[in-house]
């Protein structure tokens, strides 16, 4: 009793708990941990991708996880605001990366590149509001393909539609579209329509709001907080409720206001061309020219395009909704030279697959087909049926470590052969190399087929050829 009034004594001394601050374990807004099984899925999706974009000849490149503020200031427009910034340590204003295009577009100039066909994969930063329901995190991954250098009109951006058709048919997400415009198609029209030059932007921003918004929503926008006339923006608004194909490209060559302006019909000639590139890799069916879609950015100059999912949910709908972006991009030719002391320009044509709105809809997708997925790639358990076989056991698994075999052995002295066997049942391993003093004496070992239970007896010399013959892949 002494020693317990002693040391509730000591704790009086040393103060309360009630000062004391509770700590919270949980992730930071907006970012979340990956588990064994959903690293699975996300390494499914990556190789689908990067599987892609090796198919079209692509190197890889990586730069720093934060940048000179400078680099990402003005790039962004409106979503500047997003950017993170980080306290001044040494001497230089830093922040963390907002995308992977204007790093690549600063790697260019100062590496003097003028030709080079890319993919970047790796971690962006957004202060944004986390809507983590619908994938929307501060921390994701950007899948980016790039194709920077001077080509003959709508090849390369061809091709990049391509690589988003092929991606997303590959990964089986359901129906898509791929909504394609041009920049200059869309400032054409906003010069015909009376809108003034200073306030293209901040309109554009409000057009790209369509998809979520319905126009009448937009249009009080455009007219009550930027100031548009009423007249523009009516005007604005039978434009961009269009959306077609090749047809509705012939028919705006035609329209009297739009063919007047240069920009326009210059946007116009080439859509006309990228859809001529799109039949012959006959991808046309899941594209449509839209004139709505405006992507917010402010480096986009020529064509933009954004792939959207679409919902089957009831086959009365006319038009089925959409589910939400799942991969974007555009031609910017003027952001390498904005870093380049001369100001020397190199085209550029990008996408970037949202790889956090694949992902969760595949992760979803696996919950209700309750679907098994294995998070280790583990070929063999090496085990023994009686005891004292540990130092067999460490032999026979370095034998096959050594040749390339992915194998496991539990770390007991004596386990019983029932947890060996239940192990590989949980993990999904679907074969057993057992040994035991028999098998040591006839220079065997007992290969069991966990799915059957099949045994075998293989000779020690061809156990490796053994294993690799059963789990390779068809």
Known sequence: AKEVAKLLEMKAQLGGDEGKHKFVLKTPKGTRDYSPKQMAIRERVFNAIITCF???????????????????TGKYGEDSKLIYDLKDQGGELLSLRYDLTVPFARYLAMNKITNIKRYHIAKVYRRDNPAMTRGRYREFYQCDF??????????????????????????????????????RILDGMFAVCGVPDSKFRTI?????????????????????????????????????????????IERLLQDPKLSQNKLAKEGLGDMKLLFEYLTL????????????????????????????????????????????????????????????????????????????????????????????????????????????????????????WDAGI????????NPKLLNQLQYCEETGIPLVAIVGE?????????????????????????????????TSQP
């Open 146 to 183: 790039d194709i920077a250098g001077q080509f003959d009109p709508m090849i390369p951006d061809a091709e990049c539609l391509k690589i988003v058709h092929e991606i997303l048919s590959d990964l089986q997400l359901g129906d898509f579209l791929i909504k394609v415009n041009d920049r």
């Open 54 to 72: 090796k198919r079209h000849g692509a190197e890889v490149i990586d730069t720093p996880v934060f940048e000179l503020k400078e680099t990402l």
């Open 281 to 400: 890799f006959g991808i046309t069916g899941k594209i449509s020219f839209d004139l709505s879609l405006a992507r917010g950015l402010d480096y986009y100059t020529g064509v933009i395009f954004e792939a959207v999912l679409l919902q089957q949910e009831n086959d009365h709908v006319e038009e089925p909704a959409s589910v939400g972006s799942v991969a974007g991009g555009g031609r910017y030719d003027g952001l390498v030279g904005m870093f380049d002391p001369k100001g020397r320009k190199v085209p550029c044509v990008g996408v970037s697959i949202g790889i956090e709105r694949i992902f969760s809809i595949l992760e979803q997708r696996v919950e209700a087909s309750e679907e098994k997925i294995r998070t280790t790639e583990t070929q063999v358990l090496v085990a023994s049926a009686q005891k004292k076989l540990l130092e067999e056991r460490l032999k026979l698994i370095s034998e096959l």
């Open 438 to 470: 028999q098998e040591l004496k006839d220079g065997v070992v007992k290969l069991r087929v966990v799915a059957t239970r099949e045994e075998v007896n293989i000779r020690r010399e061809n156990l490796v050829e053994e294993i690799r013959m059963r």
């Open 204 to 248: 554009c921003s409000s057009v790209d709001k369509l998809d979520k918004m319905p126009w009448e929503e937009v249009r009080s926008e455009m007219v009550g907080e930027k100031g548009l006339s009423p007249e523009a923006a009516d005007h604005i608004g039978e434009y961009v409720q269009l959306h077609g194909g090749l047809d509705l």
């Open 406 to 413: 992915k194998a496991e052995v539990l770390y007991k002295k």
